[in-house]
């Protein structure tokens, strides 16, 4: 049971980020838009510690097992 409370917590922790992340990444954008109409699709935006990147893979187990030729 606490390998399933494991897991929950960790996908939990991993949505919260995204959406604080992505929250930032709209802020920004439509900042850009306001200020730099021309140039805001090519602005770049650094998600920081709100990257969701280092947490990719934590719950390995059975339920992600791969194959040889990367399908799951």
Do not use: I, W
């Not at 992340?21 to 021309?38: F, I, Q, S, T």
Request: charged share 40%; net charge positive; proline share 3%.
């Amino acid at each position: 049971m606490s390998m399933d409370q494991d897991k929950r917590r960790y996908r939990k922790l991993k949505r919260d980020v995204k959406r604080a992340g992505n929250k930032r990444r709209r802020a920004h954008l439509k900042r850009e838009l306001a200020n730099d109409p021309d140039e805001a699709p090519f602005s770049e935006f650094d998600f920081g510690q709100t990257s969701s990147e280092t947490m990719n893979g934590m719950d390995q187990d059975a339920t992600r097992v791969r194959t040889q030729s990367g399908e799951v």
